[in-house]
């Protein structure tokens, strides 16, 4: 429905129909839902205007199709519903300073309408309102969010707030702070469970409301890609954590009870191919895509099965939209860690391919794979350093050295495809959006010898979507400053100029493809000005597209159209021809 601009939602409790409940065109604008309230049948979800990401809260009225905006704030971050949802708790970013981003935090009575400043944090406040879920005490008196040390994005920690005198309280002690932390449900009583990640591995624990006491509740040594409470865990005292196996394309649901202060191994169901869980009013459910299934969702039950009943997303024939076939792989990299990567390939021969640049190594079906395969174009996606998607340790290896190791990963990838399908180096293109454009960018211009190590492959071809060339322009005008903190450390001009690809755009010697939104508040066009007008004065090979009115994602979908024939005409030209 995001691709057509339409909302809808379940029309009876047995899933099979459902029914348009707005008019709006959301191919528009930048959005996405976050709580339904059935009794009142208004769908709550998080926009923009202009896909300028100053994200403010709206209601769709599921009867009437009207659509009132909530907030009129800078930049919604943080927000929430208490259990009787007439309590509406949300944050508004404000300015950001050398410590971070200050923030106003309300509560609006959605009955009558009107809010109240809970608090606000300055520059004496070094724990900043991040981007978080919360939590209402059963009696609605207090919240507990999580807050981000001066907005570094690399030690969190819980902040209780009282809603009725404002006092602030950190529940967690200083080792227990980690980037990863997640509210296990937004409803509380006695305790307050939530997912830390120390000791490299994502663990469960329990707060103790009433005397700050912390239990460690479980002790997993593999990664658990997910957990979700089964309904209220503390009525249900139970668990669900989803396992993935990318060697043998299937995934384990585990369900975990609650026994004398420890979580037990309960239930287990081996699924194949790939899931993920997601819950709507106190049900599971689990996405089911993969490079070649378009997504469906399926309910799961209380014994782990999954139930006869499939919602299909989409309305095409498999057959017409299914074009490639796909394969797990590792490859060595150059420091000798393997890599967890995915080939995509064409059903018939294999006449060039694009290696992506970063946010790779997630199965999960998207039309542009299938498309690029129809044609002969495989994709080859690495899971680099820095992924999400292998484990905490490997997430950690890029923090402060954004466009260095990652970068030797993929050209390291770009080796092993060339190796592995017998394929010569120039139909083999590169490509990437947002830091992956970057990415993309940063290995098309990398030094010959990096860390002592040779970099050079003569790639075929490069698409770089809504990146980002200058990281000193990129400090000073994105949004998200302090992502760029996190990944290259403070900031410093010499190492960020010595980062960025503008610095070495003599090396580039393959086709590039320029893609970029005019309204990208996240990867400002400024970070690429420089680069495309040094492009433009030299005599290299390129094309540039800029979307007018788009973000950092293009939504409408005329434009979207345009850009996916751009992509693909390049890639005919350069790679096929």
Not at 263 to 285: A, C, H, P, V
Request: charged share 25%; glycine share 6%; aromatic share 12%.
């Amino acid at each position: 429905s995001r691709g057509l601009g339409d909302v809808y939602k379940r029309q009876n409790q047995h899933h099979k129909e459902a029914v348009k409940v707005c008019d709006e065109d959301f191919s528009k604008q930048t959005y996405w839902p976050f709580e339904y309230n059935e009794k009142e049948s208004l769908l709550y979800f998080i926009s923009d205007t202009d896909n300028l990401e100053n994200y403010n809260i709206y209601t769709i009225d599921c009867k009437t199709r009207s659509i009132t905006q909530i907030t009129h704030n800078e930049y919604t971050q943080m927000y929430a519903l208490n259990s009787t949802k007439d309590l509406l708790l949300y944050s508004d970013r404000k300015h950001h300073t050398s410590i971070g981003y200050d923030s106003d935090v309300y509560l609006l009575d959605l009955s009558s309408m009107t809010k109240k400043l809970l608090m606000t944090t300055t520059d004496e406040d070094h724990y900043k309102v991040t981007w978080s879920g919360a939590s209402f005490s059963h009696d609605n008196k207090k919240v507990i969010f999580r807050v981000d040390y001066q907005s570094k994005r690399l030690k969190s920690n819980f902040l209780e707030v009282d809603i009725n005198t404002g006092k602030k309280k950190l529940l967690l002690p200083s080792n227990l702070e980690s980037a990863t932390l997640h509210l296990l449900g937004n409803r509380h009583q006695k305790y307050l469970y939530f997912i830390c990640e120390v000791n490299q591995q994502k663990n469960i624990y329990r707060f103790d409301c009433e005397n700050s006491k912390i239990k460690q509740l479980s002790n997993f040594k593999e990664n658990i890609h997910q957990f979700i409470a089964e309904k209220d865990i503390s009525k249900s005292n139970n668990v669900l954590g989803l396992i993935k196996n990318k060697e043998d394309d299937q995934v384990s649901i585990r369900k975990y009870s609650l026994v004398n202060d420890s979580l037990k191994l309960n239930s287990e169901n081996t699924l194949k191919g790939n899931f993920d869980f997601f819950d709507y009013q106190n049900n599971i459910w689990l996405n089911h895509d993969s490079f070649d299934t378009p997504r469906t969702l399926v309910q799961l039950k209380e014994d782990l099965k999954l139930t006869e009943f499939k919602i299909n997303l989409g309305k095409e024939n498999i057959e017409d939209i299914s074009r490639c076939r796909y394969e797990f792989h590792q490859y060595e990299t150059f420091d000798g860690n393997k890599v967890d990567s995915y080939f995509i390939l064409p059903k018939g021969e294999v006449k060039a391919v694009l290696v992506t640049a970063f946010y790779g190594g997630n199965n999960f079906y998207h039309f542009i794979y299938n498309l690029f395969a129809e044609y002969g174009i495989a994709t080859f996606s690495p899971s680099v350093r820095g992924s999400m998607n292998v484990n905490p340790a490997w997430r950690k290896l890029i923090y402060g050295d954004l466009g260095g190791d990652e970068i030797l990963d993929v050209i390291w990838a770009a080796r092993y495809v060339r190796d592995t399908l017998s394929i010569p180096e120039h139909k083999i293109g590169i490509s990437g959006g947002s830091h992956g454009g970057y990415a993309t960018l940063r290995a098309i211009t990398m030094p010959e010898k990096f860390k002592g190590f040779d970099t050079r492959f003569n790639f075929g071809a490069a698409i770089c979507a809504a990146g980002f060339a200058d990281l000193v322009d990129f400090y000073k005008t994105s949004n998200i400053p302090d992502w760029l903190v996190q990944m290259l450390g403070k900031y410093d001009e010499k190492k960020y100029l010595e980062r960025s690809p503008i610095s070495y755009f003599d090396n580039l010697s393959c086709p590039l493809l320029v893609l970029h939104g005019t309204n990208d508040a996240r990867v400002s066009p400024s970070s690429m000005k420089g680069f495309i007008e040094k492009l433009k004065q030299s005599d290299k090979e390129y094309e540039i597209f800029i979307s007018e009115g788009q973000g950092h994602h293009t939504n409408n979908k005329e434009l979207r159209i345009i850009e996916i024939q751009k992509r693909l005409d390049f890639l005919k030209k350069h790679l096929l021809s």
